[in-house]
């Protein structure tokens, strides 16, 4: 089993920057694919990008490809999503999963096994 922690949320402009982190305990990032969600007040939690750990492999959603870029820190097991040109519609919760990395990235929340506790962004316009 593994702990994630989320971190690095906050309030920025409308073209600003912020940057994420999960981290993991228990179990090294190693053996999971690792997925970013959002979700904003009154919608669904959408997925924002997903790295399987070992091959380095990403998936971004259309709406941040170009702004947001994951990475993996191996010493610090940790993952990063690293957010640039933040518009007002990024602000919501943020959340980053986890799920065994042979079954691959995937957008569908449900079929995460693990979930961080969530970090609030805001985007002032």
């Known amino acids: 089993q593994v702990q994630l922690v989320e971190s690095g949320g906050g309030l920025v402009q409308a073209g600003g920057s912020l940057r994420l982190s999960c981290a993991a305990s228990g179990r090294t990032f190693s053996d999971y694919a690792v997925g970013w969600f959002r979700q904003a007040p009154g919608k669904e939690r959408e997925f924002v990008v997903g790295?399987?750990?070992?091959?380095?492999?990403?998936y971004y959603e259309d709406s941040v490809k170009g702004r947001f870029t994951v990475a993996r820190d191996n010493a610090k097991n940790t993952v990063y999503l690293q957010m640039n040109s933040l518009k007002p519609e990024d602000t919501a919760v943020y959340y980053c999963a986890a799920r065994p990395a042979g079954r691959g990235v995937t957008r569908e929340s449900a079929l995460y096994n693990y979930w961080g506790q969530g970090t609030q962004v805001t985007v002032s316009s």
């Open positions: 790295i399987n750990w070992g091959s380095g492999y990403t």
